[in-house]
Structures are given as C-alpha cells and as structure tokens.
C-alpha cells in the first residue's frame, strides 16, 4: 500500500487493523510513514498541468501578391502603365495587340500582366472569338471612343502622338 492510500482510509479500517498509533482524540500517525516503501508505488508520479504542444505541418502564408485592375475604366494611361495583373489570361489585349506589323496600344507580360503601350484611355470591352466571349483591354486614343470591338475591314484609328507638329509648322 503507498502512503496516499494509507492516509486517506485511516479513518476506519486501518485503526481497527492495528497499523496505526492514536494519541488522543485528534492526532493519528499512520505506522507506514515511519518504514520505507518498497515496491512500484515508491516513486512519486507527477502529471503534466498541461498536454504537450505537438507540432504542425501548417503555419507557413505567403504575402499577397496584389493582382487585379491598376486602371479603371476611362482612366489615362501612357506607355509603361500597368492596366491590369494577373495569373493566367481571364482578360486578353485588345486591338492591334501582339501583332507584329501593328502599333500595338496593349501589350501581354510573361506573367500575364496587361500594360499600355500608347498614350490613351483605358477600354475594358468583350469581343466574340468563335462561340467563346472573352474580355478584352484597348487603350482608345480619344477620349469619346467608346466603339470597341472595332469592325476589322475598316481603317484603324492612328495615333499621332509621336509627331511634333511643331517642326511642320516651322516648315
């Protein structure tokens, strides 16, 4: 019997069994503090307060990496603006894009990052390829150019911006 056991049932059957001393009334010594234990119950167990942490293979994020629209709708833009970042193609360049014989007014990054290429107003538009809708990007050199997706048989709209009218007048 360990010592926890011993002092708890003293009340009654181990004082009739002769295993403890009495000294009055109130005081009651138990014979088995006085020996050593002997046995598996000689070493005091202690438990934890609390459960051990474990561990996870989860607790790791990557920040944003800020996709979406940079330019609104009507907005200006000169060459070098991002428009639009993205993964993956949800929206494509507009007219005379990635053509290599146009002037391009949109162009397409590695990673898929739509950006202008002439200076003008942004344009978000859907334009029919097949039985597939996409949404498309065009930069309009006007600022009442609303006309997107363009008819392909008639003459596109140039931009002059790279001339120096200037130097003409001089002339």
Do not use: W
């Amino acid at each position: 019997m360990s010592l926890a056991r011993i002092t708890s049932g003293v009340s009654g059957n181990l004082l009739n069994m002769g295993m403890c001393l009495k000294f009055g009334k109130s005081s009651i010594i138990p014979l088995a503090t006085t020996l050593p234990l002997i046995g598996s119950d000689s070493m005091q167990k202690r438990f934890a307060t609390k459960r051990s942490g474990g561990s996870t293979k989860n607790g790791r994020d990557s920040a944003g990496r800020r996709l979406g629209a940079k330019k609104a709708q009507d907005e200006y833009v000169i060459p070098g603006n991002i428009i639009m970042r993205q993964r993956g193609t949800k929206f494509h360049p507009g007219e005379n894009a990635k053509n290599l014989f146009d002037f391009l007014n949109v162009g397409l990054g590695k990673d898929h990052t739509i950006y202008a290429l002439a200076p003008g107003y942004v344009r978000f538009h859907k334009q029919m390829f097949g039985n597939k809708e996409k949404r498309m990007i065009s930069v309009a050199l006007k600022k009442d150019d609303y006309n997107f997706p363009r008819n392909a048989d008639l003459p596109r709209q140039r931009g002059f911006f790279l001339i120096d009218y200037t130097k003409e007048a001089q002339i």
